[in-house]
T-cell receptor, first 115, second 110 residues
Framework: GAVVSQHPSRVICKSGTSVKIECRSL??????MFWYRQFPKQSLMLMAT?????????EQGVEKDKFLINHASLTLSTLTVTSAHPEDSSFYIC???????????FGQGTRLTVV | KNEVEQSPQNLTAQEGEFITINCSYS?????LHWLQQHPGGGIVSLFM???GKKKHGRLIATINIQEKHSSLHITASHPRDSAVYIC????????????FGKGTLLTVNP
């Protein structure tokens, strides 16, 4: 299957700082990327849908100014957690798709800890 | 009621046993996905189904569109199959988002 690389896999940051997470499709062009958050023993919660070259569509309750998403190319989307707080500590994972309604390929996820 | 329901929530098996995980959904869909999430967190796509049955190695996935039900079977289970298995559906129409079940935690003991 296709490869989606997410980096970093783990990050610890101080409260008030910003953290950038990258999601790259390595062998296909991802027209759409999705960003999810997962709490312990819970299912994936969609945060936003990102289409190349356009603004991300955020789910209800997700602060767009706090979770900045950029999808500047067909192979790269970034999620920046701004002014991080301990409650932002979570597992963040991206998925990428080439064409609508096709197989979803997921990154390895990023474990964010804000101290 | 969740749009996607999985059962069981937890499943413990002995190595070699035949495993079945079930998924029921309540909306019209264009496709159903079975995903595997290992303890480290990464997710692997196992199957995408819109009808019938698919097989890959020891894994078999079936779907009954009329009954809005899918099953994932693992034959000759092995400890390395231990993971969370997640069912996700993509609605029909232009909505591309996936809706996820809560997952089934499978533990296969040697």
């Amino acid at each position: 299957g296709a490869v989606v690389s997410q980096h970093p896999s783990r990050v610890i940051c101080k409260s008030g700082t910003s953290v950038k997470i990258e999601c790259r499709s390595l062998d296909f062009q991802a027209t759409t990327m999705f960003w999810y958050r997962q709490f312990p023993k819970q299912s994936l919660m969609l945060m936003a849908t990102s289409n190349e070259g356009s603004k991300a569509t955020y789910e209800q309750g997700v602060e767009k100014d706090k979770f900045l998403i950029n999808h500047a190319s067909l192979t790269l989307s970034t999620l920046t957690v701004t002014s991080a707080h301990p409650e932002d500590s979570s597992f963040y994972i991206c998925s990428a798709e080439g064409n609508p309604n096709t197989e979803a390929f997921f990154g390895q996820g990023t474990r964010l800890t804000v101290v | 009621k969740n749009e996607v329901e999985q059962s069981p929530q937890n499943l413990t098996a002995q190595e070699g046993e035949f495993i079945t995980i079930n998924c029921s959904y309540s909306v019209g869909i264009s496709a159903l996905h079975w995903l595997q999430q290992h303890p480290g967190g990464g997710i692997v796509s196992l199957f995408m189904l819109s009808s019938g049955k698919k097989k890959h190695g020891r894994l078999i996935a079936t779907i009954n569109i009329q009954e809005k039900h899918s099953s994932l079977h693992i034959t000759a289970s092995h400890p390395r199959d231990s993971a969370v298995y997640i069912c996700a559906v993509r609605r029909g129409g232009s909505n591309y988002k996936l809706t996820f079940g809560k997952g089934t935690l499978l533990t296969v003991n040697p």
